[in-house]
Nanobody
Framework: VQLTESGGGAVQDGGSLRLSCVAS????????MTWVRHSPGKEREFVAA????????NYADSVKGRFTISRDNAKSTVYLQMNSLKSDDTGVYYC?????????????????????WGQGTQVTVAP
């Protein structure tokens, strides 16, 4: 099983990046997919999630209106389009997969349990 993120990099405030996460070794189309980020000095936080069919999405309040999650089950890939980036968006972005619908958001104040994690891709937004 593998989740491989790419597309991270360094951009200036207001810039855009598109992250990709390619899955292999499991039935991607059966899994909810989530993006989680870990920013310096902060706990890991939920960013966005998408249902296995792609018909439902959920976003953290901090990224609503700026980020868009999507997926292509034929390519076993989930994307995160990030626009109007801010310095607060700096961090390592991970994709994660879960069979449970709980992956669509926080469970109380905690991240849900995931079945698989990627290795992460660094996003740095310079002011």
């Amino acid at each position: 099983v593998q989740l491989t993120e790419s597309g991270g990099g360094a951009v200036q405030d207001g810039g855009s990046l598109r992250l990709s996460c390619v899955a292999s070794g499991f039935t991607f189309s059966s899994y909810y997919m989530t993006w989680v980020r870990h920013s310096p000095g902060k706990e890991r936080e939920f960013v966005a999630a998408i249902s296995w069919s792609g018909d439902k999405t959920n976003y953290a309040d901090s990224v609503k209106g700026r980020f868009t999650i999507s997926r292509d089950n034929a390519k076993s890939t989930v994307y995160l389009q990030m626009n109007s980036l801010k310095s607060d968006d700096t961090g390592v972005y991970y994709c994660a997969a879960a069979l449970s619908a709980l992956a669509m958001g926080m469970v109380s104040t905690r991240l849900p349990e995931f079945d698989y994690w990627g290795q992460g891709t660094q996003v740095t937004v310079a002011p």
